[in-house]
């Protein structure tokens, strides 16, 4: 019966359970461990001391809890009960100390460079002195100027907090009509995503398949049989999606992807880095939405015969002081912020599909 947010430090109701609760499953591990059970009944008993002895981890790991280490909170969940979360505020050191120290590793994805450096992703991975790494872009196989356009509605209002505007929505709309289906809409919050699959039923045609409606590989399944249909949704879409050919023209992506400033994962790797000296901002959130905002616009081009359109419904992506890092991060598209030149290069995709 905590209240729901971030510790600063374990409250002594808390201690006391653990305590409890570490008792509780000492005894039940040893009273499983010296029961004589029949053969077919020890894989069974197996699985229970591998579960207690889970559970009496994560005991030890919360009663060892350091704020200055690591991250606790407590969060509601749907069904109305609460849970306790807690997770390390940096693993690049136990990384480097247990697994890449002494070794020579090959690391490899498409998506590494933020901000056109390695030195993001090599810190986080504990890799923190230049000296034992070194970082090469083997490019890509693909023509991204003459495959793909990068569209930024600079014309549209910043996003607000309270879901996705209306005018962003008209746009979203119309960028969707002109490609004819084959939308893949990528949205920062499920609401959003809500939002825009209302408007699209009430004001198109187009069937819209929305994350939550079903499994998340069946919606990919039935939306890349269908050819005038969208599919909206949020972060499990974001990554490992992939539709070749003209299955998807347009990339959709509301806003930045910037993580919830009420985090509270977030916001305790926030103040562990500005206590180091070092930009909380650019850091965790700055580098989170890098990342997420280059394996968003990576589902649109699969093959070396693909086109299609990522629009970018944040003018911030243009305007603000941290655009040249985000578009830096992203493949090398041929970028516009004019309207109709993305909605003819959307109707003559349509018309050859």
Known sequence: RLDEGELSELPKKLETTLT????????????????????????????????????????????????????????????????????????????????????????TSATMQLGGSFEAIAARLGLRDQNVWQGSDLGSPFNYRKQGILYVATDLPRPGRSGISEAALERALELAEAAGGGVLGLFSSLKAAEQAAEYFAQESDLRVFLQGEAPINQLISDFADSKNSCLFGTLSLWQGVDLPGDKCRLVLIDRIPFPRPNDPYISARTRAAEAAGRSGFAEVSLSHAALLLAQGAGRLIRTRSDKGVVAVLDQRLTTARYAGYLLKSLPPFWRTTDQQTVIGALKRLKEKG
């Open 20 to 107: 409890a609760l570490q008792i509780e499953l000492s005894i039940i591990s040893a009273e499983v461990t010296s029961s004589a059970e029949e053969d077919e009944k020890r894989v069974k008993q197996r699985i229970v001391l591998a579960q207690i002895e889970e559970a009496l981890d994560a005991c030890e790991i919360i009663a060892a809890f350091d704020p200055e280490k690591s991250a606790a909170w407590i969060a509601e969940e749907k069904s109305g009960s609460r849970r306790l979360y807690s997770g390390p505020l940096d693993v690049g050191g136990d990384l480097y100390a247990h697994l890449f120290k002494g070794h020579s590793c090959v690391l």
